[in-house]
């Protein structure tokens, strides 16, 4: 078995698992954190992007052995007791998901890049996203809502003619 | 997946010692990203996996006496950001760049790219074409070879099964080398490569003729390879866009492409003959853009 200990949305959290076990796994089966969904499980669909180290991952390519001592955000992370995280309020305010599966890996996709890129243009939105699959909308309401975000994050009002 | 024991590795000497502990019995681990997926699929999982994404003396991106030295276990997203790459080599950044998407290269590494061995790896042309290195460490210490001479078929390497990947070097004399990647997929994000394309050239010092020119092709042959006619047809000859496309079109004569549910063979052999002039276009455009900056 490994022992893992990592640090999850600011949290430490151990478990005994089989070598074999992903992290996505580990998240969701171990402790219960099910926002990270399964989809490919081979790395293409992007729907279980958890943020490792301050860089989105996915989760069902790397072993849980291997996020042992990391820090990992999933999108339980986010929000907290006031409310929505600002991206989460702008895809809800957006209207941007439909079925939402897509929707945490795609948060935390935007999140990270954000942290990095305050001022994203619209093409680096589209590069930062690429991983993540969206078998619904046609991803242009999830590009505005994360400029929508970013001009909350940086304090300006939201630009709806833009 | 099925069970496997995991040892984690601390450093490259570790590695080697757990290799050879190991024996055939064990694969190494790197980023996951192509390991991973095929253990999943795989009913042959190793019994051991040996873990070296903690070996820190891998990571290191340096110049040395030799020349820029890459560790194996460095990512396609510091490739991107490192600074000397970007200032020394900006074809390797635009080759890092358009593999899978930000998460793939977050965990992916160069070293697990060349070792995949497939022959669409984006990393691979434009590392031949700067004619770069490899140093593989084993039981019996280190030994280097050039990277072209590193495959040897679809999936397969000279390296042995006791032997790690530990770093890629770009030779001195290459430093400065304009070079240009293109990679031609089916989707601007996260697709494979149905043909890519490295160029390198140095422009002779009193006339503008090709100067040591290289042309690496990968998804074209069971290996990435070089197209060493067009390069010797480019050899001293005028800078034209008219022998460029010349060299495009002898190198479609030294590729063996395939046809596969990405790509008939006929598509691919216009691909490399148009994407070989891009790719000597953008290294000459690279190198007039030095030429202005110094003078
Ligand atoms: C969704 C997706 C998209 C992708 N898109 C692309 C793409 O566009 N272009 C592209 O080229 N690739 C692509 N890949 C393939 C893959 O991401 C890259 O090849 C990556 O660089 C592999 O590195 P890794 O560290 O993840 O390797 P791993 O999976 O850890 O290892 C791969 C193989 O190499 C061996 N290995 C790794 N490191 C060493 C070492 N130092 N010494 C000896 N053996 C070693 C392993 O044992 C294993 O057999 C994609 C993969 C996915 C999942
Ligand atoms: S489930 Fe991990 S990328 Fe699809
Ligand atoms: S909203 Fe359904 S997959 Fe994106």
Redesign the pocket.
Known sequence: MANVTLNVNGEARTASVPPETTLLKLLRDNFNLTGAKLGCD???CGACTVIVDGKPVNAC?MLAGQADGRDVLTIEGLATLDGLHPIQKAFEDNASLQCGFCGPGIILSAKALLDENPAPTAQQIRDALA?NLCRCTGYTKIIEAVQDAARALRGEPADKAA | MRAFELVTATDCRHAVALLAEYGPFA????????????LKSSPHVPEVIID?SRAED?KIIAVTDEGLSIG??VT?TEIMRSALIREMFPALVDAAH????VQ?RN???????L??G?P????GPALIALDALVTVAGPAGRRQMPLAEFFVGPRKTI?KPD????EIVIPKQNFGKPAHFVKF?LRKG????LVNVAASLWVGRDKQVFAAPRIALGAVAPTVIRAPKAEAYLEGRAITPEAMAEAGRIAVGEAKPISDFRASAEYRQDLIAVLIKRALEGACAQAKAKRDRET
Request: no cysteine; net charge negative; proline share 0%.
């Open positions: 081979v790395g293409d390519l991983g | 694969k190494v681990l790197a980023g996951g990203t192509d390991l991973l997926v095929e070296i891998l194996a276990l396609h358009t593999i899978g998407a793939t965990l992916g590494t160069l070293g697990g790219n070792m995949s497939v669409s790896m984006d990393s390296l032997e790690l990947l530990a997929g996260q697709a494979l490569a």
